[in-house]
């Protein structure tokens, strides 16, 4: 049978897009409300039940209207029609769509709208069995009808909702099991990074579990300042001392008496590092630590010790060797416990030696040996106390380092500078990460306690949560009191009346209950010891791989645009989403490292500033709509997620520079253009004086932006102001405000005049956007189409031969625009580039504000310096899990916004200033709060 043909789509007007994408004017609608037909190849995007405002899409068709299921319809209509024209005939109208558009269908079976991308076999790839009988032939027709049956079957089943319930279920079982883990393993990160890891390349060290801090001179004289630590053992250990000394002071030379004592002394930092000689394990070495365990005598605050191959070398290797050995650390293991309830003490197992390269005195030195000797070290020292667990620590990492290295020893039983250099760093990040606490530093970190704030907050969650079940209660008994019945009379089912309306309370309180849940992920993932976290290792191959692959799924899945202008909505969103996509992949690969790539990430942000100003200027410039619910419902979705995270997270604000950067931005642009006098199209369009006005309001803003630039000072007393200061001071400064705002100062403003130019050129008629038409007039076309194109690569070849990146830095400001421009124009000359859009990256365009704050703490981890392990031992497979349960996250987050933002801001004036003196409120509280917090953290 086929199906009534749908109303005719309505008639869409002008309206901007901006940075945010689906932050929009008024009343912006969530992803949930568009389609998302091939950028969501196998999730059947639910529809709506509730219809959700919207407002008239404009200059790019940023925001759409109506509800999903409307857009359906339109989507629908639109391509039937035009498959009618194409046949000729009313029955296609309900039954397929335009050839190869991919546009979405609706579904014969009435089954809930779901959206297909259609095979392009024939001109007229429908779903239905009658158009595929009339338009496909053979094992094509029969090929066609499977896929789309086998299409409709998967979005029938695989829905955005059924993939966050899997990821649900996917972080409940990761959750257990690594629980399960810790209890079974230990929760002692300093274990993990004692006894084991993996090399990274050729040189990185990987702890198990956790991430080891790079140490700089500065910081390891400040932990190590009134220090004093003793190196205790034979040459082997001797290495290790000098590679120590080496992170205080490089400028340290291997020099002096091998077979000596060695002091040193750093006279600033009061540090106070000794290399005591004693080759074996004898009397001597008891007596020096004898003195140690004395009152009278100043302990060492870190003892490092280890011997045997001198014993196994002089005694050619005998049982009889082995078996003094086992007698005289028996002697020592009780002095060294008692030594390490107040020193920490460190018994360094023999590494393995290459024996290939070992000289003729040495031969007897085996492997077997010296396993044997590590084995009797250990069972001594460990059973060495009555405890569970001994004090002293096995340092057995240097054999897993060693075995990877010695093949490049010298002479086979001393190892190359670069192990020695590692295993001198895990020293100090077993010491001093406890002290310092670095970002990057996890291993030997403890849990950070829970602040006043954050326990409240954890409150607050908690009564939402038990305020919804109870809601939920109540639903659900109603529900049941309303239930059907049999009229006994007429045997017929009497169906009650029951108003399914859902309160604006139960709307917050289930939204606060989602957030809850997620904000405990967030905290468990980069605040608890839960889950494990490893440091980054940059390759080639580990960026530009990914980078391809997207680019392969993003040029497979596109369809045709519904307009044809410059930068419609369908674009933005496309190109939002690709740069977020590319911006992940540097992040999580450490790509900042290699500066071409830092170089071009930085056009991307740029970029995503550039969409911010020509969105936000178009918009005001087109509707004048200068009113406090646009500021509001703009602010409250850039800033929400932001805000709940520094509460959650105990994270300041400007800590997530991006979004006060782009939060600061849109005041600017609002306060330039709301300032009397108020100049919009609608004006100037009657007079041409108003345009020059607006040149004079942009020419003003420029001059202001240069003076701070270039005027530190004058920034930093703007910012300093309080509140201000409270979120833009970092590690109590603005100094990383000044720098971010003044790496992107320019490209606002660009933005905003290309809007300007461009919708000056619209008006009159200068530019061509209908559907396959170039822009301008070809020759002008193809002049523009070379210049784009040999702009953009020059910018690309000048990032690539960039010395440092200050000089980088300085430069960008001026020059990001020539890339940004250049691909604008690439992209929106040619018509037949400006017709199609890849909805794989528009999909991730629409929460792209959502990935780029929730990659801070459950992709990444340690606040952006690591990487969240989800699933160890598997590299390949713990990042497609945790990408996974990420994107669910992060859309989940962008419908809550949504629905909190309908119920927070409303349109209602009145209503909105008592919302607003509310929240005012409670930033208040949350000053206050904040300062008690520091005075008792001083």
Request: charged residues 20%; proline residues 5%.
């Amino acid at each position: 049978m086929s199906l009534p043909p749908p109303p005719p789509p309505p008639s869409a007007a002008y309206s901007p897009v901006t940075l945010e994408g689906r932050l929009g004017p008024v009343t912006p609608e969530s992803w949930a409300s568009g389609p998302p037909s091939q950028a969501q190849p196998l999730l059947r995007q639910e529809a709506k039940g509730e219809e959700e405002e919207g407002e008239e899409t404009g200059v790019l068709g940023a925001w759409g209207t109506g509800t999903a299921e409307q857009q359906r319809r339109r989507g629908w209509g639109e391509a039937t029609e035009a498959a009618a024209a194409e046949e000729g005939q009313a029955e296609a109208r309900g039954a397929a769509t335009a050839a190869g558009s991919g546009s979405p269908a609706g579904d014969a079976r009435g089954g809930g709208g779901g959206w297909r991308w259609q095979p392009q076999c024939c001109p007229c790839a429908a779903p239905l069995p009658r158009a595929a009988a009339h338009c496909c032939h053979g094992g094509t027709k029969m090929a066609a009808l499977a896929y789309n049956l086998g299409k409709r079957e998967i979005n029938h089943y695989f829905s955005v909702r059924s993939a966050k319930v899997l990821a649900l279920v996917a972080v409940l079982l990761l959750a257990a099991c690594h629980f399960v883990s810790r209890r079974y393993r230990g929760n002692d990160s300093c274990e993990y990074l004692l006894s084991s890891g993996r090399f990274l390349g050729e040189k990185v060290w990987q702890p198990h579990s956790c991430m080891m801090h790079k140490y700089k001179i500065g910081e390891a004289k400040n932990c190590l300042v009134n220090k004093y630590i003793a190196f205790i053992g034979d040459s082997r250990i001797r290495q290790l001392f000098y590679s120590f000394l080496k992170i205080i002071n490089p400028q340290i030379k291997e020099e002096g008496n091998k077979h000596e004592n060695i002091p040193f002394e750093d006279k600033t930092a009061s540090v106070k590092v000794d290399f005591l000689w004693h080759p074996e394990v004898n009397g001597s070495m008891k007596q020096c630590i004898k003195v140690w365990t004395e009152d009278s005598v100043a302990k060492p605050h870190v003892v490092v010790a280890g011997a045997a191959t001198w014993s196994i070398k002089i005694h050619n290797g005998s049982n009889e060797a082995l078996s003094q050995y086992k007698m005289n650390i028996t002697s020592i293991a009780p002095l060294l416990e008692k030594l390490a309830k107040t020193s920490d003490v460190y018994w360094v197992l023999q590494d393995p030696v290459y024996e290939d390269l070992l000289s003729e005195n040495r031969k007897m030195i085996t492997n077997e040996k010296i396993d044997a000797y590590n084995e009797a070290a250990v069972s001594i020292l460990n059973s060495s106390t009555k405890n569970s667990k001994s004090n002293v620590k096995m340092f057995s990492v240097s054999k897993l380092i060693a075995q990877e290295t010695i093949m490049e020893s010298l002479d086979g039983l001393h190892l190359p500078e670069s192990s020695r250099e590692t295993s001198a760093m895990i020293l100090m990040n077993v010491y001093c990460n406890k002290i310092l606490k670095p970002i990057d530093g996890s291993c030997c970190q403890p849990r950070p306690p829970l602040t006043l704030i954050q326990k409240l907050a954890a409150c607050f969650f908690t009564l939402s949560m038990i305020g919804y079940l109870i809601f939920y209660v109540i639903h659900r008994n109603a529900h049941r009191k309303n239930k059907p019945c049999p009229d006994l009379e007429s045997g017929e089912e009497k169906k009650n009346i029951i108003n399914t309306s859902v309160s604006p309370l139960e709307i917050l309180l289930q939204s606060f209950c989602k957030l809850g849940l997620i904000m405990v992920y967030f905290y468990l993932c980069d605040r608890a010891n839960l889950f494990m976290k490893e440091n980054k290792f940059y390759t080639h191959s580990s960026f530009f791989v990914p980078i391809t692959y997207i680019l392969v799924l993003g040029i497979f899945y596109n369809e045709n645009t519904k307009e044809t202008k410059v930068l419609n909505r369908e674009q933005t969103d496309e190109w939002k989403g690709w740069m977020q996509l590319v911006i992940l992949i540097y992040h999580i690969s450490g790509a900042s490292t290699f500066l071409p790539v830092y170089m071009h990430i930085r056009v991307l942000v740029a970029a995503y500033l550039f969409q911010t100003g020509y969105g936000h200027f178009s918009y005001f410039w087109i509707k004048g709509d200068f009113g406090i619910h646009r500021v509001c419902q703009v602010l409250f979705r850039l800033n929400f997620l932001v805000v709940v995270l520094c509460i959650v997270m105990d994270r300041p604000y400007q800590f997530y520079y991006f979004v006060p950067l782009v939060t600061v931005w849109f005041m600017v642009i609002y306060v330039t253009l709301a300032l009397w006098p108020q100049i919009i199209q609608k004006k100037a369009n009657g007079n041409c004086f108003w345009h020059f006005g607006l040149l004079m309001k942009l020419a003003f803003l420029l001059s202001c932006i240069c003076f701070l630039a270039y005027s530190q000072g004058a920034f930093e007393k703007i910012f300093s102001l309080w509140p201000l200061s409270k979120c833009f001071e970092l590690k109590g400064n603005v100094y990383e405000w000044w720098f971010r705002w003044r790496l992107d100062r320019y490209v606002v403003f660009h933005g905003m005049l290309f809007a300007f130019i461009y919708l000056a050129l619209q008006k009159h008629q200068v530019l061509s956007e209908g559907k396959g038409e170039p822009l301008f007039s070809n020759r002008v076309s193809n002049f523009l189409l070379f210049i784009s194109v040999v702009s953009f690569l020059t910018y690309s070849i000048w990032a690539s031969s960039c010395k440092n990146k200050a000089e980088c830095n300085e430069l960008h400001p001026s020059v990001s625009v020539v890339q940004i421009l250049a691909f604008i124009l690439i992209r929106n000359i040619p018509g037949y580039a400006r017709s199609v859009y890849s909805s794989f990256f528009a999909w991730f365009g629409k929460i792209s504000l959502e990935l780029f704050i929730c990659q801070y703490h459950i992709w990444l981890a340690a606040d952006t310096r690591g990487i969240l392990v989800l699933v160890p031992g598997n590299p390949m497979l713990n990042i497609i899990v945790s990408t996974f349960i990420f994107v669910c996250v992060a859309h989940e987050i962008s419908q809550i916004t949504n629905d909190l933002a309908q119920i927070i801001i409303p349109k209602d004036n009145s209503s909105l200033l008592k919302r607003l003196a509310c929240i005012a409120v409670f930033f208040c509280g949350l000053l206050i709060l904040s300062s008690l917090q520091e005075k008792s953290e001083r």
